[in-house]
Every structure is written in C-alpha cells, then in structure tokens.
C-alpha cells in the first residue's frame, strides 16, 4: 500500500538521517489504514480535505488494477490547478512508484471524490514547464519537498488529473 499523505509526510528507515524528520515507514502505513477506514465507516463524509492555498487537501482516487481490472481507491493529496486536480506520485518517498500510478500509467481514466465534488479524471504527468510550475505550486504546501524529493533516486512525477466526460 502506498500513499500520497505519506510522500508529503515523509518517510524514513533511518531516523539519524540527515534533513527533515521522516517517521518510520509502519507509521505512515498505519495512518493510512485509518484514514481508509475512517472513510468507509463515516460513507465519505469524514478523512477528505478541502485543499486551501499553500496547504494540499486529500482526495479519494479510485483506479482500475492493471492486473486484476478491479477497483483500486486510495486516498491522496492533491492540489487544484485551474480545473484539474495534482497529486505526487511517489512512495512515501520510498525508492519506486506506488501502485495506484503504475495502474494509471496502465489505464489513465479514473474516478476522484474530493471535499468540493467528484468528477471522472483522465491522467497524465507533467512536463517541461508545467512540471516546473507545478512543483513550485507543491513546494509552497510543504517546505522540505526538495529535501524529501531529495532522497529517491528516481524524479517524483506530478499527475495531473483532467476532466473527463461520462
């Protein structure tokens, strides 16, 4: 299991590393059964936040397994860019990608639920500029994304989740 929350939180196996604090990888995974769990006791109505300048929300994406074709959801940070929603696909800044981008990489159309809506998303990453400006939009939401970013050996994409039709 792996989650956005976690990548913006941080993650550590080495808590004397230097750079920000990351807790332990357990923690990150235990946090997030909750929220998962939260969300399915309370049907949505408590674990989603609305994103706010400088501050990322967290949303609920539901993608198809790309082995199993089944219904993946997770729960993600985001942040809004004119009508499309970002997140960071990275794993708990952990070396690899999370799951749940291998499987849109697999079959970029999926469903978001977030505090404002729910809409059907296609996904890509970013590039070149956008990437550019969108990390900076990232980096204001948590001061230490360069340091964590820092730590993989391969670049955290952004997804960027468009619009799509019904």
């Known amino acids: 299991m792996t ?41 949505g109505r408590f674990a989603l936040q609305r994103a706010k300048p400088q501050k990322w929300g967290t949303m609920r994406l539901t993608v198809t397994g790309r082995r199993s074709g089944k219904d993946r959801p997770v729960i993600l940070a985001y942040v809004e860019d004119g009508p499309n929603l970002t997140t960071l696909a990275m794993n708990g800044w952990g070396e690899g990608d999370p799951a749940w981008w ?28 956008e990437r550019e400006r969108l990390w900076a939009v990232w980096r204001e939401t948590n001061k230490d994304l360069d340091e964590f970013a820092s730590r993989r050996s391969t670049r955290t994409d952004i997804v960027v989740l468009e619009p799509r039709a019904g």
């Open 102 to 129: 291998l499987n849109l990489q697999a079959n970029p159309d999926a469903h978001a639920v977030w505090p404002d809506g729910e809409r059907l998303v296609r996904a890509r990453v970013a590039e070149g500029a």
């Open 3 to 43: 989650s956005d929350f976690a990548g913006v939180m941080g993650v550590s196996d080495n808590p004397r590393s230097k750079g920000p604090w990351l807790p332990p990888r357990w923690v990150i995974r235990t946090a997030w059964a909750v929220h998962r769990g939260l969300y399915r006791l309370t049907g």
